[in-house]
């Protein structure tokens, strides 16, 4: 009998589509699920007459897998995938491999990786983008993990992965350990913030241009005609579009509390562990956050009085600045991702083709757009590039759009419309262009209250000073500073 060239764990929606994109490409497949009625309505149903092997238990599974094995969980990240590769360990031998496919926390992929080579096997965590439609028909994959797995499952996740116009599969080696999966939690906390812009276009335009469904439905038509082409611009534009049975618009009729798997927080948490100022997305993460306080925000509304909105300017220039503010935030949204994962890089020792990421991203992932080529052109150009904003080209995007940034930013504050990730990504930028920022007195503060020193203008950089501010205290300093 043949075995399969993969083996699959968890027939849920997004492991179910990924097997039958496998199967397309010429690729047996091993099918495993927990609850194995599930295994058995699947080759009956989806995969029947494919080139599918059933397998109702773990012990089966592997026993069906040509050598090195590859046994691949789409299961629900924590606990789960820890069970799961503990009852996989004892059918499998040296050099045979583990992939976890799930949206799983890097830290946990950086210590199962090193748990599983302990016992003499290959651990491979893998970013898998797209949702459903992308597993099915190409999804973006971003694998990282144990090296030498890498030649034994790059022919299958490279032909499954979705294809860019020249051929170029968005799959490729992202580094060691937890890698791969970092990367999926920038590219979800990118994914947040792109989503967030988004809605604080439409809600200028809805609020305070009064613009209809179909209206907006027409402008972002025509971005994604131009710079801003992408998927995110493409299904609000379609969701905009949209009508129910009844020749209602759908949009309208969805409360406004927004949902979230923990990736975005997940990405500000580790911004904030690194040092690193992930301004924009932090923002879209809180204001999910306050979405879901409807409740007060009902109340609020009834309580507090504050500015209306009243728009008496030039509506169609508030649309184009609308799409300069968009574009521009996106390049700061990235600039901050890609900073974050240099960042990243270093303090876990992963060797990242930042090029080869935003080539990954092109196409199959929710955040697929015309826009990533430039990051790769950035890249191939300069691969120590410390900020997209130092490229001169996202340098010289950012300055023609910089007049109509300010004002959308400017018009939704003066009437009392929400724009923080606008509002964040414009902070930001002035924040790092600007050679000399405030903290030389919070550092005064914080020596003042705590002794915890400072550096001099006039003195080399790495010595540190104390003032006795009032007098009254000692020559005795904190041993703390983080510069």
Not at 140 to 168: C, L, N, R, T, Y
Not at 333 to 351: H, P, R
Not at 433 to 454: K, V, W
């Amino acid at each position: 009998m043949n075995k399969a060239n993969i083996g699959l764990i968890g027939l849920a929606v997004m492991g179910e589509n990924l097997v039958l994109n496998m199967e397309s490409k010429g690729f047996t497949v091993a099918v495993f699920n927990r609850t194995v009625e599930k295994v058995d309505n699947f080759v009956n149903g989806r995969g029947k007459d494919k080139n599918f092997i059933p397998c109702h238990s773990i012990e089966e599974l592997c026993a069906n897998l040509e050598r090195p094995r590859k046994v691949m969980m789409l299961v629900k990240a924590g606990q789960a995938v820890d069970d799961f590769i503990d009852k996989i360990i004892p059918y499998l031998e040296e050099g045979d491999i583990i992939i976890d496919g799930g949206n799983t926390h890097y830290p946990d992929t950086i210590r199962r990786t090193k748990y599983v080579e302990s016992k003499g096997l290959l651990y491979v965590g893998s970013g898998v983008s797209g949702g459903e439609e992308g597993a099915l028909l190409g999804p973006s994959m971003m694998p990282g993990g144990s090296p030498a797995a890498w030649e034994h499952i790059k022919p299958i996740f490279q032909s499954v992965a979705a294809k860019v116009e020249d051929g170029s599969p968005c799959c490729d080696w992202v580094g060691e350990n937890g890698a791969g999966h970092f990367v999926k939690m920038v590219h979800n906390g990118i994914e947040y913030g792109d989503m967030q812009i988004i809605c604080e276009a439409y809600q200028i335009m809805k609020e305070l241009l009064g613009m209809s469904n179909a209206e907006m439905h027409e402008v972002f038509a025509e971005w994604n005609r131009g710079d801003l082409d992408s998927y995110l611009i493409e299904i609000t534009r379609d969701i905009l579009a949209y009508q129910d049975e009844n020749g209602e618009e759908v949009v309208d009729k969805i409360l406004d509390t927004a949902g979230q798997k923990g990736t975005g927080k997940w990405t500000g948490v580790s911004a904030l562990d690194l040092g690193i100022p992930l301004t924009l997305i932090g923002e879209s993460v809180f204001a999910r956050c306050l979405s879901a306080q409807k409740d007060e925000r009902v109340v609020a509304a009834q309580t507090i009085s504050g500015v209306k909105a009243n728009f008496k300017g030039d509506k169609a220039q508030l649309i184009s600045d609308l799409k300069d503010a968009l574009y521009a935030s996106k390049i700061v949204s990235y600039a901050q991702g890609y900073a974050l994962m240099k960042e990243a890089a270093k303090e876990y020792g992963w060797n990242l083709n930042n090029g080869g990421i935003a080539l990954m991203w092109r196409g199959g992932c929710i955040i697929r757009s015309a826009f990533l080529g430039k990051i790769k052109e950035a890249f191939d150009k300069n691969p120590d590039l410390n900020n997209l904003l130092l490229d001169d080209f996202f340098k010289e995007t950012v300055a023609k759009a910089e007049k109509g940034w300010r004002n959308v930013c400017a018009t939704a504050m003066m009437n009392g419309i929400p724009a923080p990730c606008f509002t964040a990504a414009l902070s930001y930028f002035d924040g790092y262009r600007s050679e000399r920022l405030p903290a030389n007195l919070l550092q005064a503060q914080r020596d003042y209250f705590g002794a915890h020193t400072y550096e001099r203008t006039d003195k080399p950089r790495g010595e540190f000073f104390h003032t006795n501010w009032t007098g009254r205290g000692g020559n005795t300093t904190s041993n703390t500073y983080n510069a």
